[in-house]
C-alpha cells in the first residue's frame, strides 16, 4: 500500500511558475517509478511526465517538453513537478501516481496503482 498526498496547486497568470509536490509513504520510495496525469474540465486524463525509481530517467508529455521538469528526493520521500512558462490549457487538476510495479518512466496510467487526491492548477491568460 502507498499513500500520496500531493500539494502545490493554486492560481498562476500565464508565464508564471508553480511547484507542485507529492510525498509517498507505505513502500521503499527508490523502489518503484513516479508519475504525474493532469485532467482538465471534460477531457480525459493525460499524461504529463513521469520519473524512474533510480532518478536517472525522465519522460514527458510533448506538450510540457521544456516547460516542466519532474524530480525525486529520496530523503524526503517526495516528487516534485516543477511548471514554468505556464499556459492557460495547462488549467487541470495534477494527480501524481505510484507505479510499484515498475522502475521505468512509463506513459500508461494503468502502470501507476496509486493515486493521490489530485491538486487544481488553475493557468489564468
Known amino acids: 500500500q502507498v499513500e500520496l498526498v500531493e500539494s502545490g496547486g493554486g492560481l498562476v497568470q500565464a508565464g508564471g511558475s508553480l511547484r507542485l509536490s507529492c510525498a509517498a509513504s507505505g513502500r521503499t520510495f527508490s523502489d518503484y517509478a513516479m508519475g504525474w496525469f493532469r485532467q482538465a474540465p471534460g477531457k480525459e486524463r493525460e499524461f504529463v511526465t513521469a520519473?524512474?525509481?533510480?532518478?536517472?530517467?525522465?519522460n514527458y508529455a510533448d506538450s510540457v517538453k521544456g516547460r516542466f521538469t519532474i524530480s525525486r528526493d529520496t530523503a524526503k520521500n517526495t516528487v516534485y513537478l516543477q511548471m514554468n512558462s505556464l499556459k492557460p490549457e495547462d488549467t487541470a487538476v495534477y494527480y501524481c501516481?505510484?507505479?510499484?510495479?515498475?522502475?521505468?518512466?512509463?506513459?500508461?496510467?494503468?502502470?501507476?496503482?496509486?493515486w493521490g487526491q489530485g491538486t487544481q492548477v488553475t493557468v489564468s491568460s
Open positions: 520519473i524512474s525509481a533510480s532518478g536517472g530517467r525522465t
Open positions: 501516481a505510484a507505479g510499484i510495479a515498475i522502475t521505468a518512466p512509463v506513459d500508461q496510467a494503468y502502470k501507476y496503482p496509486y
